[in-house]
């Protein structure tokens, strides 16, 4: 991979990492999950995730295999019942946060 490629990864990896911040902390009724909110979709969705640090990790296009797969429902539990599912969310967002986190160095 080019040096050139390397800094819009870095970028964009950065940027998804400022996304799931954010997720961590707002509410589920505020939160999207869509690709289009991804940096990294944004990056490397139209090559088959050819180059994403997610696929390098988990060897699976889509975020298969990492934590992000476990946000969709517990998104989904939450925004029905926050008292009840809110920390299954926090814990999911938080599970998917640290993992972007390990793939600085990656």
């Known amino acids: 991979m080019d040096v050139k490629m390397k800094k819009a990864t870095a970028k964009a990896l950065e940027l998804s990492i400022t996304h799931w911040e954010e997720n961590v902390r707002t509410h589920p009724q ?6 289009d909110k991804c940096a990294l979709c944004d990056l490397f969705w139209g090559i088959q995730c050819i180059g994403c640090p997610v696929m390098e990790s988990t060897g699976r296009e889509r975020c298969g295999g990492s934590p ?7 998104l ?3 925004r029905g019942d926050y008292d ?10 938080t599970k998917e946060l640290n993992f972007l986190k390990g793939l600085r160095d990656v």
């Open 76 to 78: 989904l539990l939450a």
């Open 30 to 35: 505020d939160v999207s999950l869509s690709a």
């Open 84 to 93: 009840r599912h809110g920390t299954t969310w926090r814990e999911a967002a």
């Open 68 to 74: 992000y797969q476990d946000t969709p429902r517990a």
